[in-house]
């Protein structure tokens, strides 16, 4: 069996367990043992919104694919990372899905966000389509930085979410750029200004409370993706540690990337070994029962994750934090400089307080990625990584 074509019910049995190790496992900030937090680990990995290639949905365009099988694995990986940015948002990195549990509102509206259909915010027929903008025709395979890029676009629609959403092109963060950003709707300045809102929609996490409006409307959630290529054609293994204490930060959204024949969505790592999800299962389109719900099973790994070698990642990723307010931002900033002080970690890439004087507008670096150096490099490696795409199917 390829694994394009093996079945939930086949993947089940496939897994390891975790290893019987010392070297504690990280999972997108939190730090866990395997011999007394095993179940935790399970738990934590369980809730991750997994999506993988599904078949039998509506036609993308009304006349395109029916299913995404072979070529909608960055898609999906990209659909993870940005998941977990509005679960982080809505519902807070504390939130776990258990099976036959009721679960809340906003926990079936992040879900349907995702859903194989035209009218989500960001279903595969939204990126597919809007990645038509970036150069890539629907059905083709995407790198790290184009989905990050279709993300962001789509991002702009979702004003439940209302995230402010950055990539920091040329291996380069600039603090003020992020700030003017997630500032950006400081107009709103009291309850009168600001449109009705829903009882349930939270602001950066918080109920809505007499001036709480007026506090933290300042600050947009932010989700920040960094498209890097760490190597040529493999890792160089200086960038290990510091890709490692990604994983580590309360901030972490994880890394979209993967191995040469796939794509996979990594949310930490035990030991030299990356844990991920996979979304080359194909799984039918999932339509909602006649009382209306949602099954939502098949959205949730419910085995142990894969594990793969750190030295076998492609040095194509796009790294994620998410950071709900102001300060967790300027906690982020402070551990990325710590960071850099770390003996035996490479920095992936550079934190400055304000723009080069070098670099172009940001804004227009973030609107296509054919004007950055970096998807000049992923155009370079198109045909390599097709290539292996293909080796998939």
Not at 358 to 375: G, I, K, Q, R, W
């Amino acid at each position: 069996l390829f694994p394009a074509t093996l079945t939930y019910d086949t993947l089940r049995f496939e897994y390891e367990d975790f290893p019987e190790t010392k070297e504690p496992v990280w999972i997108l900030g939190r730090k866990y043992s395997v011999f007394t937090e095993k179940e935790e680990i399970l738990l934590d990995v369980t809730s991750r919104l997994w999506f993988t290639y599904r078949k039998n949905f509506p036609a993308i365009g009304g006349t395109g694919p029916t299913s995404d099988t072979g070529w909608g694995c960055m898609l999906r990986c990209g659909q993870m990372i940005f998941a977990q940015a509005l679960v982080c948002r809505h519902l807070g990195r504390d939130w776990r899905w258990i099976k036959g549990k009721r679960q809340m509102d906003n926990y079936f509206n992040v879900l349907n966000a995702f859903i194989d259909k035209k009218d989500s915010y960001y279903s595969i027929h939204q990126i597919a389509q809007m990645g038509v903008g970036e150069g890539k025709s629907i059905g083709q395979w995407y790198g790290p930085n184009t989905v990050a890029q279709v993300l962001k676009k789509l991002a702009t629609f979702d004003t439940w979410s209302s995230l402010a959403v950055h990539i920091a092109m040329d291996n380069t963060v600039v603090m003020e750029e992020i700030r003017r950003l997630c500032q950006s709707n400081l107009p709103c300045a009291g309850a009168a200004a600001c449109p009705a809102l829903e009882s349930d929609v939270l602001y950066n996490g918080y109920p809505e409370e007499p001036g709480v409006r007026d506090r933290l409307v300042l600050w947009k959630p932010l989700v920040l993706l960094i498209p890097l290529r760490l190597g040529l054609t493999e890792i160089n293994e200086a960038y290990i540690e510091t890709l490692k204490h990604c994983f580590m930060m309360p901030q972490s959204l994880g890394v979209i990337g993967g191995k040469p024949n796939s794509a996979h969505y990594f949310i930490g790592y035990v030991g030299e070994e990356l844990i991920y999800l996979d979304p080359h299962t194909t799984q039918p389109a999932v339509e909602p029962g006649d009382s209306g719900c949602l099954p939502d099973e098949s959205f949730h790994c419910q085995h142990p994750p894969c594990r793969m070698s750190i030295a076998e990642l492609d040095p194509s990723i796009a790294v994620g934090f998410f950071c709900n307010t102001e300060a967790d931002f300027n906690d982020w900033c402070q551990q990325i400089k710590k960071l850099a002080l770390v003996r035996g970690a490479l920095p992936m890439f550079e934190l400055v307080e304000r723009q080069p004087s070098h670099f172009s507008n940001p804004d227009v670096l973030n609107l296509t990625p054919d004007s950055s150096d970096a998807d000049r490099l992923e155009r370079f490696f198109d045909s390599e990584d097709e290539d292996f795409e293909i080796l998939s199917l």
